[in-house]
């Protein structure tokens, strides 16, 4: 049976005839739209990120973090050429409107143009930090790509170079979408929708109330849809001023990274399960038939002597038997004064081990850690929007909300507690030092790492350790960082430490974990999967580390 088994990052369609579908387990999928039904799979070496159609409909192309685009044929997906020398991640491709060419965006800072055979036709360069996303200008050979450096770039096919460069104020703009006429569109991390006119001066239109991650242009009707990690689309009208047409709430299944139009009524969406979803805009109806939970795990810890188990489909494993259901996606796993604290895509904050809603939070939740103040149980969770959210635990499990933390201007993506310091990384490469005593700002580091750091762990004596997309890993002796090389070649996604600090283990999406010996310098290796590591801890009982792996399994690493 054909199907996803890890969450969906892309969707793209060709009219009411094909959808497909990119995802995290690898997988290239072929859709019948009319019946919804599976027609053929290919796969890549990693996360498959997006697709999309060519004009004609007799091709696609998907972009991978295996350093890839690839172009397939339709309906049978037979490999047609591979789009290389990407150094990193490519995150999205689109075919020129008329020629046989393919622009790709990716982590590498570049912009590619190829064409079908696979050879590379054109390489744009200029940005200072990761391509999220590119389109082609309708009727010209120019390109407009956005980036995490907060600039907007137009490039001309014909001069090989930049022809402007829009300035947003360095605030990372995760998408582009270009009308009919060659009006620009951007969607940023602080929830607006920015109207790039042609001399480059901009409109800025609240939109959401967290980073805008999609646009996508209707020309029929000429809508704009955003989607956002506040958990709502959102579409507009462009023909005269930007207008709301319409708005809805994201069901738990809907991940909100990606969308197509099948008709000018008719949305396909990215889930975190087995298949799309779909949206009528004018009868506000979501199509949520034939998705499945996926087995992906994105935290792991060992708890009561039972190891729990969380991912995508919200379900709490213990021991590898389900144990309760939250219903959201959910990513970390933190123990806290008899609780077990997680959360996720709906912002939720729940026990894992009942189910219950704790709290809700106006963006995606992405870990935690735990600590005590004045001998009471508190936990810290850091959300997309840069909060670390504080709550204490009561002697008789009251879960009480005590302060927000503003810890980040972007996504928190890692949290530890050492001694008497709170220790996070952020998608921007930051990091933050709070104090448990006061709950206050003790030191911050804009370029603590290199490129987006994923993780961090404690190490004793208020010491850390913290891994990113660098393939570094650094240990945190007070605010100075010891740079460790890693024997890693693709993101490092999850970091964990013994006890006693002498072993740090590193986790990457390519499935390798890596353990340092901190005492001897030394690397010990193993490629435990295919598959990515979503995460780390370690087990005090069987001195292993357990690797959460997106293939659904947990493997252990000695050390």
């Known amino acids: 049976m054909i199907r996803h088994y890890g969450p969906i990052s892309g969707v793209a369609a060709y009219g009411t005839r094909y959808v497909a579908t990119a ?32 004009p004609d409909g007799r091709h696609l192309v998907s972009s991978s973090s295996d350093y890839s685009a690839r172009l397939w044929s339709v309906p049978d997906l037979r ?20 020629k046989q060419l393919i622009a790709t965006a990716s982590r590498d800072h570049r912009v590619r143009v190829f064409d079908f055979t696979g050879a590379l036709r054109a390489t744009f360069t200029g940005h200072t930090a990761d391509v999220i996303s590119v389109e082609w200008v309708t009727g010209r050979d120019e390109l407009v790509s956005s980036s995490d450096d ?53 409109t800025t239109h609240p939109a959401h109330e967290a980073g805008i991650k999609r646009l996508v242009y209707n020309a029929d009707r000429e809508l704009l849809v955003s989607l956002s990690y506040d958990r709502t689309l959102r579409v507009w009208d462009t023909s005269g001023p930007l207008a709301p047409v319409a708005t809805s709430s994201l069901p738990p299944e809907v991940w909100p990274r990606s969308c197509a139009f099948l008709d000018s009524d008719t949305l396909a969406f990215a889930t975190f399960g087995s298949s799309y979803a779909t949206y009528r805009i004018a009868a506000r109806e979501w199509n949520l038939d034939g998705i499945e939970g ?66 809700q939070h106006r963006s995606p939740l992405n870990c935690g850690a735990a600590f005590e103040r004045d001998g009471v149980p508190h936990v810290v969770v850091g ?68 490129r987006i750091a994923n993780g961090c762990a404690a190490l004793p004596g208020g010491d850390f350790a913290s ?27 999850s ?42 801890t370690y087990d005090t009982g069987t001195r292993r580390f357990l690797a959460g792996s997106y293939d659904g399994h947990v493997h252990p690493v000695s050390h």
Not at 23 to 50: E, M, P, V
Not at 389 to 407: K, N, P, Q, W, Y
Not at 498 to 517: E, I, M, Q
Request: charged residues 20%.
């Open 383 to 450: 959300a997309y929007t840069g909060e670390g959210i504080v709550f204490s635990v009561a002697a008789d499990g009251t879960f009480r909300h005590e302060t927000t933390l503003r810890l980040h201007a972007n996504a928190v993506k890692g949290l530890a507690v050492s001694g008497d310091r709170i220790f996070s990384v952020c998608a921007d490469g930051s990091a933050t030092w709070f104090s448990v005593e006061t709950l206050t700002e003790i030191h911050h580091v804009d370029d603590a790492h290199d």
């Open 79 to 98: 490999l047609v050429a591979v789009l290389a020398d990407h150094k990193d991640d490519v995150e999205m491709s689109v075919f020129h409107p008329a």
């Open 23 to 54: 995802g995290y387990d690898n997988q290239l999928i072929l859709w019948d739209a009319a019946r919804k039904q599976a027609l053929a799979r290919a796969t890549h070496d990693h996360l498959s990120n997006q697709t999309a159609f060519s």
């Open 467 to 493: 891994v990113s997309r660098d393939y570094k890993l650094r240990l945190w002796r007070g605010f100075e960082p010891t740079v460790v090389t890693t024997p890693h070649d693709h993101s490092i996604k």
């Open 495 to 536: 970091v964990a430490a013994t006890p006693d600090g002498r072993f740090v283990a590193t986790g990457s999406y390519h499935g390798l974990v890596a353990v340092y010996d901190v005492t001897l310098g030394t690397w010990a290796t193993t490629r435990v999967t295919t598959a990515g590591i979503s995460s780390l």
């Open 294 to 359: 996926t087995p992906c795990v994105n935290a792991v810890l060992v708890d009561a002597g039972r190891t729990l188990t969380i991912g995508d489909a919200g379900v709490l494993w213990a021991d590898g038997t389900p144990h309760s259901e939250t219903g959201s996606l959910c990513n970390f796993l933190t123990p806290v004064g008899g609780r077990v604290v997680t959360g996720g895509q709906m912002g939720k904050v729940f026990d894992a081990l009942t189910g219950e809603v704790l709290h």
């Open 150 to 202: 907060g600039t907007i770039k137009r490039w001309s096919l014909e001069t090989g170079g930049m022809l402007a460069e829009i300035d947003l104020d360095g605030v990372e703009t995760d998408t582009v979408a270009i009308t009919r006429s060659g009006a620009i569109y951007a969607g940023n991390d602080e929830g607006e929708i920015i109207a790039i006119a042609d001399d480059g001066a901009t």
